[in-house]
């Protein structure tokens, strides 16, 4: 018996890269369309720029966890000057209503999993 046999070792191989990336190929140029949240109408400006609601929006929530409950302050100043309600239903759900068509769409997309829902209650969403 030899210790290397081309003949089956390396078809071997060549099989098992071909089952091991068949997930890439089936997918591939199939990208998954972008979410588009609706966005409510007649509130220009967020609590903080487009931007950084995007990419740190749970970090701020968690802040703003922290310090209502430990320190009881509730008022947050926004860049622009204005005062928001630092508070998941009764400050961001007041202008994104719709779980579904604001908060899910980019959730789903990204396949996370937020742990918001854990303690506060989900919005009944408008038929």
């Not at 990208?31 to 970090?59: D, G, I, W, Y």
């Not at 009881?72 to 100043?77: E, I, P, T």
């Not at 789903?108 to 919005?123: F, G, I, M, Q, S």
Request: net charge positive.
């Amino acid at each position: 018996m030899k210790i290397y046999d081309g003949r089956k070792i390396i078809p071997g191989i060549l099989i098992a890269a071909v089952i091991f990336s068949f997930p890439f190929w089936l997918n591939f140029g199939k990208a998954a369309v972008p979410p588009k949240p609706k966005l409510p109408k007649e509130v220009k400006n967020c609590v903080e720029p487009t931007t950084f609601m995007r990419t740190s929006h749970m970090q701020l929530l968690n802040e703003w966890r922290d310090i209502v409950v430990r320190e009881n302050f509730r008022l947050f100043a926004a860049p622009d000057g204005k005062e928001h309600l630092m508070s998941l239903q009764n400050g961001c759900l007041k202008c994104h209503e719709s779980k579904a068509d604001f908060c899910d769409q980019c959730h789903n997309y990204l396949d996370v999993k937020p742990y918001c829902w854990d303690c506060h209650l989900a919005p009944k969403e408008n038929k």
